[in-house]
C-alpha cells in the first residue's frame, strides 16, 4: 500500500499543525496540503484576474463569471496568446496605448445646495492613449456623459457601421453593489468600449475618437439634445409647416433618422408611408432589391437564436465547473477534519496509516478544487465569444435600422413627388377650363414646381445616403464574417487545450485518491478523448493561413 512507506511520526507531525478550527478556512488548507503553494521559494504575488463575489457566504474562491469576464480588460485576456485574433486587430490599430484609470469623484461645477455637502457630484476618469504614429501621450479626463456623446456622434458619422455598443449607464446596479465594486466594473467596461472603437478599421481612424482621446479639457464635441428639448422645437416647426413656409425637409436633415423629433410632419409621413406599405398592401415606389443582403441578413438572424443558446448552455457550463470544484473543496476540508481527529485519537499503526490515506485525499481533492477553479477561468476567457458576439448582434440591428430608416426616407420623398406632380396636374387641367386662365392657380402650381425642386433635391440626397449606408453594410458583414471565423477558431483551439490540460492535471491528482485505478481510468479516457479532438481539430490552424 502507498500510504505505509511514509513514517508515522512524519504525518502527525504534520497533522498536529492543523488546528480544527482552522479546518474551514479554504486558503489556509490549501497552503498547508497544496504543494504548488506551499514552495520553498515562494514567488511574488500576482493580482487576481477577476473579481471575487462579495455575495457569496462560503469561504472558496468563487470561480469567474460572464459578469466578470465582459467587465475585464481585452488587453488582458490576450496576454498569454499575442497571436490571436484580438490581439492582432489591436495591433493593426492606430492606437497602440488606450487606458482608463484613476476614477475620481467631482461636484457638478454649477451646482448649487442649500445644504453644504450635498452638491451633486459625478465620477471622472482618467484617459490615456498614445498613437503608433506619435510617442506622445495624451491624458484626459472624461466622464461617463462624455462617452455618451462620444457613442451618439459615431451612430451620426457612421450609420450602416457596426458601431460597437457603448456600456450601459446601469443606474439600478449603482444603487444596489457596492460603490467601488460598481466603479471597477464601469471603468474596465469603459476600457474595452475604446479599445473596440479603436479596433474597427473606420472608427479608429476618425476624428470623433480623436478628439475625445486627445482634447484637453472640456469634451469639445457638442452635446446630444435631450428628447424632450428635440420634441419641443419639433413642434414650434409644425405649425409652420402646415401652413406651408416649411414644406420640404433640407437635405441635411434628410441624411438623419427622422426619429430625433425636430420634425414631427416628416415623422408623421414616414409613418404614414410605413403603414401604407406594410398594412395597405400598396408596393413603395422603391424596394429593398440586394436579395444578397436579404439572405444575410435572414442567417444573420438564424445565427444569433443559436448563438443565444449555445451562449446559455456555455453559462451552465460555467455554473457546473463552479459548483464542481466546491464540491471538491468541500470534500477536502471534510477530509483534513478526519484526518486531525484520526491523528489526535491515533493509538495503533493501522490508524495512523488510515490518518495518512486521509491526508493524500485531501492532497487531491484540494489540488483538484484548485484545477477546477483555473479550469473555469479558462473556459470564461474563451467562451465569452459566445457572449461578445451576441453584443456584436445589437449592432447588427442598429446598422440594418439605419438601412431601413434611409429607404423609408426615400420611399416618403418618391411618394411625396408622386403626390406633387398630381396635384400640378389636377390644377393645370382646372386652369385650362378657364378662359385665359385662373392665375391663384397658376400661382399655387408655380410654388408647387418649387416645392418639387427642393423635394428632388431631398431626394438625391436621401437617395446618395442609402447607397453609403447599402456599401457601409455591406463592407460590415464581409469584416463580421472574417473576424467571426477567427475568433471561433481561436475559442475552439483554446478550449479544446485547456480541457486536455485540466484533465491531463487530474489524472495526475487520481493516482493519489484513495482507488486510483477507478478514477484515474477515467480521467485517462477523457484526457484521450480530448488529444483525440485536438488533433483532428490540428488542421484547421493549418487550414486558417490559406483560406
Known amino acids: 500500500m502507498m500510504s505505509s512507506s511514509l513514517p508515522a511520526g512524519d504525518a502527525d507531525g504534520d497533522m498536529e499543525?492543523?488546528?480544527?478550527?482552522?479546518?474551514?478556512?479554504?486558503?489556509?488548507?490549501?497552503?498547508?496540503?497544496?504543494?504548488?503553494?506551499?514552495?520553498?521559494?515562494?514567488?511574488?504575488?500576482t493580482p487576481a484576474a477577476f473579481p471575487l463575489s462579495r455575495a457569496s457566504s462560503s469561504s472558496f474562491v468563487d470561480p469567474p463569471s460572464y459578469a466578470d469576464v465582459a467587465a475585464s480588460s481585452p488587453r488582458s485576456a490576450s496576454v498569454s496568446s499575442s497571436t490571436s485574433p484580438r490581439s492582432a486587430r489591436?495591433?493593426?490599430?492606430?492606437?497602440?496605448?488606450?487606458?482608463?484609470?484613476?476614477?475620481?469623484?467631482?461636484?457638478?461645477?454649477?451646482?448649487?445646495?442649500?445644504?453644504?455637502?450635498?452638491?451633486?457630484?459625478?465620477?471622472?476618469?482618467?484617459?490615456?492613449?498614445?498613437?503608433?504614429?506619435?510617442?506622445?501621450?495624451?491624458?484626459?479626463?472624461?466622464?461617463?456623459?462624455?462617452?455618451?456623446?462620444?457613442?451618439?456622434r459615431l451612430a451620426e458619422a457612421f450609420r450602416g457601421h457596426f458601431v460597437p455598443p457603448r456600456p450601459d449607464k446601469n443606474t439600478v446596479e449603482s444603487q444596489v453593489m457596492q460603490r467601488d465594486e460598481f466603479v471597477a466594473?464601469?471603468?474596465?467596461?469603459?476600457?474595452?468600449?475604446?479599445?473596440?472603437?479603436?479596433?474597427?478599421?473606420?472608427?479608429?481612424?476618425?476624428?470623433?475618437?480623436?478628439?475625445?482621446?486627445?482634447?484637453?479639457?472640456?469634451?469639445?464635441?457638442?452635446?446630444?439634445?435631450d428628447v424632450a428639448s428635440r420634441m419641443l422645437d419639433g413642434a414650434a416647426r409644425l405649425p409652420r409647416q402646415l401652413l406651408g413656409e416649411e414644406t420640404v425637409s433640407p437635405p441635411q436633415d434628410v441624411v438623419q433618422p427622422a426619429k430625433g423629433g425636430r420634425d414631427l410632419l416628416r415623422i408623421f409621413k414616414e409613418?404614414?408611408?410605413?403603414?401604407?406599405?406594410d398594412?395597405?398592401?400598396?408596393?413603395?415606389?422603391?424596394?429593398?432589391?440586394?436579395?444578397?443582403?436579404?439572405?444575410?441578413?435572414?442567417?444573420?438572424?438564424?445565427?444569433?437564436?443559436?448563438?443565444?443558446?449555445?451562449?446559455?448552455?456555455?453559462?451552465?457550463?460555467?455554473?457546473?465547473?463552479?459548483?464542481?470544484?466546491?464540491?471538491?473543496?468541500?470534500?477536502?476540508?471534510?477530509?483534513?477534519?478526519?484526518?486531525?481527529?484520526?491523528?489526535?485519537?491515533?493509538?495503533?499503526?493501522?490508524?495512523?496509516i488510515r490518518a495518512a490515506d486521509s491526508k493524500r485525499i485531501a492532497m487531491a481533492a484540494v489540488k483538484a478544487s484548485r484545477t477546477c477553479r483555473d479550469l473555469n477561468t479558462q473556459t470564461v476567457k474563451y467562451l465569452d465569444t459566445l457572449h461578445e458576439h451576441l453584443g456584436i448582434m445589437l449592432s447588427v440591428h442598429t446598422a440594418f435600422s439605419d438601412r431601413a430608416s434611409a429607404l423609408l426616407t426615400v420611399q416618403t420623398l418618391m411618394s411625396d413627388l408622386a403626390s406633387l406632380q398630381s396635384r400640378i396636374e389636377k390644377l393645370e387641367a382646372a386652369s385650362s377650363k378657364v378662359f385665359g386662365g385662373d392665375r391663384a392657380r397658376l400661382r399655387k402650381v408655380e410654388e408647387l414646381r418649387e416645392t418639387i425642386r427642393a423635394t428632388e433635391d431631398a431626394k438625391c440626397c436621401a437617395l446618395r445616403e442609402f447607397e453609403r449606408i447599402k456599401e457601409n453594410n455591406k463592407i460590415e458583414l464581409s469584416r463580421l464574417d472574417e473576424e467571426r471565423r477567427e475568433?471561433?477558431?481561436?475559442?475552439?483551439?483554446?478550449?479544446?487545450?485547456?480541457?486536455?490540460?485540466?484533465?491531463?492535471?487530474?489524472?495526475?491528482?487520481?493516482?493519489?485518491?484513495?482507488?486510483?485505478?477507478?478514477?484515474?481510468a477515467y480521467a485517462e479516457k477523457i484526457v484521450d478523448g480530448w488529444t483525440m479532438v485536438a488533433e483532428e481539430t490540428s488542421g484547421y490552424g493549418r487550414n486558417s493561413d490559406v483560406v
Open 90 to 152: 489591436a495591433a493593426a490599430s492606430e492606437y497602440a496605448h488606450i487606458a482608463v484609470s484613476d476614477p475620481e469623484t467631482e461636484a457638478e461645477a454649477a451646482a448649487t445646495s442649500l445644504v453644504p455637502g450635498s452638491a451633486p457630484t459625478y465620477i471622472s476618469y482618467l484617459v490615456t492613449s498614445a498613437r503608433r504614429c506619435d510617442h506622445r501621450r495624451h491624458a484626459v479626463r472624461r466622464r461617463f456623459r462624455d462617452f455618451i456623446t462620444l457613442a451618439d
Open 185 to 225: 466594473q464601469r471603468r474596465a467596461a469603459l476600457e474595452r468600449y475604446l479599445w473596440r472603437l479603436a479596433e474597427h478599421p473606420a472608427i479608429g481612424a476618425s476624428d470623433e475618437l480623436r478628439v475625445f482621446l486627445q482634447a484637453e479639457g472640456k469634451m469639445p464635441l457638442p452635446s446630444s439634445t
Open 271 to 277: 409613418l404614414k408611408q410605413s403603414m401604407v406599405t
Open 487 to 520: 475568433d471561433f477558431l481561436d475559442m475552439l483551439k483554446g478550449y479544446v487545450r485547456s480541457q486536455r490540460t485540466h484533465v491531463s492535471t487530474s489524472k495526475l491528482s487520481c493516482f493519489i485518491l484513495l482507488f486510483p485505478a477507478n478514477l484515474a
Open 17 to 45: 499543525t492543523l488546528p480544527l478550527a482552522a479546518a474551514s478556512d479554504y486558503a489556509s488548507t490549501a497552503t498547508t496540503f497544496d504543494p504548488l503553494l506551499s514552495t520553498s521559494s515562494p514567488s511574488p504575488p
Open 279 to 352: 398594412w395597405g398592401g400598396v408596393k413603395p415606389p422603391l424596394v429593398e432589391e440586394d436579395k444578397e443582403f436579404l439572405e444575410k441578413k435572414q442567417k444573420l438572424q438564424d445565427w444569433e437564436q443559436q448563438l443565444s443558446s449555445a451562449s446559455q448552455q456555455a453559462e451552465a457550463l460555467v455554473k457546473a465547473q463552479q459548483d464542481m470544484g466546491e464540491t471538491m473543496g468541500a470534500l477536502g476540508l471534510a477530509f483534513v477534519k478526519l484526518t486531525k481527529f484520526e491523528t489526535e485519537e491515533a493509538t495503533y499503526d493501522s490508524q495512523r
